[in-house]
């Protein structure tokens, strides 16, 4: 696992079993790589992307892009969505 952070740029980019939570959003996204652009709160997740909010709601996809201002999500490549509560 490796984790690089650019001061100049203010963007973290971090390889292997990546995990990252936004407790006041309350969303936790894996996957095998990730970057975080700090300026803009910008999550993009790459490979085996999943995001799981707090009504264990989860997507899956090749990448998955989380803006936290907006508290949006966006999935592209191979996405699934699945609601255990509402079914």
């Known amino acids: 696992d ?25 969303y936790i996204i894996f996957s095998d790589r990730a970057n975080y652009q700090r300026n803009e709160e910008i999550v993009s997740a790459f490979g085996n992307a999943k995001a799981i909010d707090d009504r264990n709601r989860e997507i899956t996809a090749d990448k998955i892009s989380y803006n936290k201002i907006p508290n949006i999500i966006n999935a592209e490549g191979n996405v699934k969505i699945e609601d255990t509560i509402n079914k």
């Open 2 to 26: 490796t984790f690089i952070y650019d001061k100049i740029t203010n963007i973290i980019n971090a390889e292997g079993n990546v995990k990252i939570e936004d407790t006041i959003n309350k």
